[in-house]
């Protein structure tokens, strides 16, 4: 919704006790960000017109509605933070903040949310960041709508885009994060649900779990970030809808999975990316009809993983199509699409009438000698592959797709 | 010496080998873009054929060439020329047309589908450039193992073996000596080994062009460093022109000194 | 003007020249006789610089030939066997070589001698035996070197065209040419050879005119005569 809009609609909400609308200008009475939230009563609104307002420190501690107009603009002046919020019910829309303090020993965040409920952050516009959103101990809030542009060059001085701690229930969705650390962050936080965002181009992840269950992010796009995903100890996380492109680069990857359990995994494209995805002790996850497209390695299997299904995905021209490090194998492959099946299919029943092992020879190799790598499309290391294939040697006897399809699935 | 050439030339040009060859490339070029609509991939795609089908299509073509061209070598052997440049005017000949066939017969369905208008268009120009490198080098290897042998089995033989060591028995050396030695550092070893055989540095230039180099970790980072710069470019180059000098300079030796 | 020293050739084991002296100084036919195997073709090809000798020298005309190249441009090579690529038309091949040569060439009488007009236009592969002869024949006499080498020239020719071939001869002799021909026709050489060179197992048996071959062995026709020569040396 547009901010105009938006002021139009909440003017005429009746308001629980004479809400008022209170304008910030230079030229106005209230002629800063501070005084407006000063002189504001709960459930008011403050309306802050176009201008640069050099302020920081900003505290909210009542439940209200911070609207910025096209233009309006908080500069921190690289001093700490630039907004906190410390009370339920309180929106900030349309502002755009910038210039935080960056700080070796705290984590100085654009807007900061603390133990609040029914916050709302949208349409707000974040540059010249440390931390962007930081979102502490809340619940049942929105964050939408918001851009997030940093200039982060490494890791250790650099924040993330968004950050949930200890927080449940929050909505993140169609926000565009740019050149961060990772660009959204959640740590001990449950029930999230992060939707039809874009993330590109951060030093670490484009997202980021820890110890966070219950969580959900359908529709995102992560893209030419250090990493795509991590997701780590964590529990059932729902995987759907996202995209993961050009993830690349020596320990890259499109998703990361450690120590995470009973996860679904569906309708997910990863193309060139280094790695699609890298698993490790993960276990009851179900990978359906994913893509997998032009990858180094589509799946990279490390570690006990149990009881995976991998079922109607597509691995397409990936240089490995799935690595493994170990003999055993707990894993069923059913009904995928591999480019690299060389059966037939007589009865034409769509499924290819010989089993697919999609466990190269050359993977299990490169698993113990990276340097043999340099090998790659060497005509020899086709021929072993071919050998390997027809009479399993050294990869898992019973890693195979009984019945791989014959056309990708659309 | 370019008379030669041209005479070559123009004989095979009217044989149907040249044309056969020029058809299939023309065809394969076709038929991967017609799969594929990528130009890019295309490339990837092509890259697995030229390492390997260049190079023997070069030696069978080269081997083919120099014994049933025999009757000509000797027409022109009891003429006022000198005997390396009859040699080398028909190497020239064989490579050139074989080259031209690769050229022409990839080049066009990849200009016709937008090459000059697309980012591959320079992986393209370094695959067909490592193509004619190929090309070169293996006729000058199959004109050699046919002028040392008289006998036209024998020495196709030892033109395939020499390919099927190349492309092939090599590589699984390097496989073993790499796993043999995994304990020590390999990489300036890897380096040299690649270096070594016209293969698999084309194959090594052409992926690191297509920054393959990410999937091979460290290791990749060494061959980047060495083959990204243009000085490994050059190098590489360099190393290829060796591969072609010597086996044309050893031809050259060799058919001064042969009777026939 | 072929001045021969001392020239050895073993291929692999088998000895093939072993130390042939020649100076052939005079205009005129020269005739290489010898069994088959007796070296005939090595010396005519060592002569063309096709085979490299192991030792001694040849010179032509006062320069040692060993690695050169330009002295050919003296020689007409006539090959035993007529090789030509196949995918030539015959009127090609005759500006082919007439363009490698880099010398003035006049095929048309010769075409015209031996009757090859109607073949002009066909490809070398589709030529019959006799065909090809006349063919190699043109190749060999459309140039006027000082030196003509003939290996076996009659083979496969009617009768027509050896009489056009020996009247060919002739008239390159009369105009100071020196032929080195070897051949196993013996009424050839009682016709036509000046002097008769006879080899044998590598060397040379015996070299002088016809005259001093049958003076020499008290027989009357060539034939005999060398019979006689590699019985006496035999014995």
């Given at each position: 919704m547009k901010p105009l809009t938006l002021l139009l609609f909440l003017l005429c909400l009746p308001g629980p006790a004479r809400a008022q609308v209170l304008e910030v200008c230079a030229?106005?009475?209230?002629?800063t960000v501070a005084a407006g939230l000063e002189q504001a009563a709960p459930y008011d609104t403050v309306w802050v017109r176009s201008g640069v307002y050099r302020e920081s420190g900003l505290r909210i501690e009542k439940p209200l509605t911070l609207m910025g107009e096209a233009g309006a603009v908080i500069d921190g002046?690289?001093?700490?933070?630039?907004m906190q919020v410390a009370s339920d019910s309180v929106s900030v829309l349309g502002l755009h903040l910038r210039n935080v303090g960056v700080s070796y020993t705290q984590d100085h965040a654009a807007l900061r949310v603390i133990k609040s409920k029914y916050f709302r952050l949208e349409n707000l516009k974040l540059e010249g960041?440390?931390?962007g959103i930081y979102l502490e101990k809340?619940?049942?809030g929105q964050v939408c709508n918001n851009q997030i542009l940093g200039d982060a060059?490494?890791?250790?001085n650099s924040g993330n885009g968004i950050q949930l701690w200890y927080c449940q229930d929050v909505e993140v969705s169609g926000n565009t994060v740019h050149r961060?650390?990772?660009g959204i962050y959640l740590e001990f936080s449950d029930r999230i649900q992060i939707a039809g965002n874009i993330s590109s181009?951060?030093?670490?992840?484009g997202l980021h779990f820890m110890f966070s269950n219950h969580d959900t992010y359908t529709n995102n796009l992560f893209e030419d970030?250090?990493?795509?995903v991590a997701v780590m100890f964590s529990k059932d996380i729902e995987m759907v809808g996202n995209t993961f492109r050009k993830?690349?680069?020596?320990?890259?990857?499109?998703l990361l999975l450690k120590e995470i359990n009973d996860a679904r995994i569906a309708g997910n494209r990863f193309e060139e990316?280094?790695?699609g995805i890298s698993i490790e002790?993960?276990?009851?996850?179900e990978y359906l009809n994913n893509d997998f497209r032009?990858?180094?390695?589509?799946i990279k299997v490390r570690g006990a993983c149990y009881t995976n299904l991998f079922s109607g995905n597509n691995f397409m021209h990936?240089?490995?199509?799935v690595s493994y490090n170990s003999k055993v194998n707990d894993n069923r492959f059913e009904g995928n699409y591999w480019s690299a099946y060389s059966g037939y299919d007589?009865?034409?029943?769509?499924?290819?009438d010989v089993p697919h092992r999609p466990v190269k020879l050359f993977s299990y190799i490169v698993n113990r000698?990276?340097?043999?790598?340099?090998?790659?499309?060497?005509p020899f290391m086709d021929l072993i592959d071919f050998s390997e294939r027809v009479s399993?040697?050294?990869?898992?006897?019973?890693?195979?797709?009984?019945e791989p399809l014959i056309r990708p699935r659309p | 010496m370019f008379k030669i050439v041209r005479y070559s030339f123009q004989d095979l040009l009217r044989s149907r080998w040249s044309y056969v060859y020029f058809a299939f490339y023309l065809l394969l070029g076709f038929v991967m873009l017609f799969l594929n609509h990528d130009l890019a991939k295309g490339v990837i795609t092509l890259m697995n054929v030229i390492i390997i089908l260049v190079p023997l299509i070069a030696t069978i073509f080269g081997v083919m060439y120099y014994y049933s061209s025999r009757e000509f070598t000797a027409l022109l052997l009891?003429?006022?020329?000198?005997r390396s440049r009859i040699f080398l005017g028909q190497y020239l000949g064989v490579a050139g047309s074989l080259s031209l066939s690769l050229v022409l017969g990839l080049g066009l369905p990849f200009v016709l589908y937008g090459l000059f208008r697309s980012p591959a268009i320079w992986d393209f120009v370094l695959l067909l450039v490592t193509g004619v490198f190929l090309n070169l080098i293996f006729t000058a290897l199959a004109f050699l193992v046919a002028l040392s042998n008289d006998n036209r089995i024998k020495g196709f033989g030892y033109a395939v073996l020499l390919w099927l060591f190349l492309a092939v028995v090599y590589d699984g050396i390097f496989l073993l000596s790499l796993i043999l030695f995994?304990?020590?550092?390999l990489d300036s070893f890897a380096l040299g080994a690649t270096l070594l055989n016209p293969i698999d540095l084309s194959r090594t230039l052409i992926l690191l062009k297509l920054d393959?180099?990410?999937?091979?970790?460290y290791t990749g980072a060494v061959f980047k460093a060495f083959f990204g710069t243009s000085l490994g470019m050059l190098v590489s180059l360099g190393v290829l022109g060796l591969w072609t000098a010597a086996p044309v300079a050893a031809l050259v030796r060799k058919a001064r000194h042969k009777d026939f | 003007m072929i001045e021969i020293t001392n020239l050895h050739k073993r291929f692999g084991k088998n000895t093939?020249?072993?130390?042939v002296n020649l100076s052939l100084q005079e205009p005129g036919i020269h005739a290489v006789l010898g069994p088959n195997g007796s070296g005939k073709t090595t010396l005519i090809k060592s002569i063309l610089g096709m085979v490299c000798p192991d030792q001694g020298s040849i010179s032509i005309g006062g320069q040692?030939?060993?690695?050169?190249?330009?002295?050919?441009?003296d020689l007409g090579y006539l090959p035993q066997i007529a090789e030509f690529?196949?995918?030539?038309?015959v009127g090609e091949l005759f500006r082919m070589i007439e363009d490698l040569r880099q010398q003035p060439a006049a095929p048309e009488p010769l075409v015209e001698r031996f009757g090859l007009q109607p073949f002009?236009?066909?490809?070398?592969?589709?030529?019959s035996g006799g065909t090809r002869q006349k063919v190699n024949l043109v190749l060999t006499f459309m140039f006027e070197p000082p030196v003509y080498i003939l290996d076996?020239?009659?083979?496969?020719?009617d009768p027509g065209a050896l009489i056009a071939l020996k009247e060919l001869i002739r008239t390159r002799v009369g105009s100071g040419a020196l032929f080195l021909i070897t051949t196993h026709i013996m009424p050839l050489v009682e016709e036509m050879a000046q002097s008769v060179i006879y080899l044998l197992e590598g060397k040379v048996y015996f070299e002088g005119s016809l005259k001093t071959l049958y003076t020499l062995?008290?027989?009357?026709?060539?034939e005999p005569a060398i019979a006689a020569i590699a019985a006496r040396h035999h014995v």
């Open positions: 030229s106005c009475p209230l002629p002046e690289h001093q700490g933070e630039i960041l440390f931390f809340s619940s049942q060059k490494e890791e250790f961060v650390r990772d181009g951060n030093v670490r992840y970030n250090g990493a795509g993830n690349w680069g020596t320990a890259s990857f499109g990316n280094t790695v002790g993960s276990n009851r996850i032009a990858n180094g390695w589509a990936n240089s490995f199509d007589l009865d034409r029943n769509g499924y290819g000698t990276p340097e043999t790598l340099v090998l790659l499309r060497s399993p040697v050294f990869t898992p006897d019973n890693l195979l797709d009984p | 009891a003429q006022p020329i000198r995994e304990e020590y550092p393959i180099s990410a999937l091979l970790g | 093939v020249l072993s130390g040692p030939t060993g690695g050169q190249w330009l002295y050919r441009k690529p196949g995918n030539l038309k002009l236009n066909k490809k070398l592969s589709t030529l076996e020239p009659t083979t496969g020719l062995t008290g027989k009357t026709h060539v």
